[in-house]
């Protein structure tokens, strides 16, 4: 398989040069505020079991659904 399609080269090269997956770098590199720093995203422990399973779906975290609130957090950190 070819590598993925990606819009913002020296963040992927950065993120791959750090050990992450080819699918992970090209997603983060790919997104549309790539490069920016400062995020405002809530931490998850502030967030539901609810929210952090939402969370986990969209990223395609397997066994999601038998995970408690403290599992979520580490398989989202851990992605």
Do not use: C, F, W
């Not at 990606?6 to 997956?21: T, V």
């Not at 969370?55 to 599992?71: F, L, P, T, Y």
């Amino acid at each position: 398989m070819g590598r993925p399609s990606i819009k913002n080269e020296d963040q992927y090269d950065a993120l791959r040069e750090k050990g992450y997956s080819q699918e992970k770098a090209a997603r983060i590199a790919n997104t549309a505020n790539s490069g920016k720093k400062g995020g405002k995203a809530e931490a998850y422990e502030e967030r539901t079991k609810k929210e952090l399973y939402e969370q986990a779906k969209k990223v395609g975290i397997d066994g999601r659904s038998s995970m408690n609130k403290e599992e979520l957090i580490h398989a989202l950190r851990n992605n």
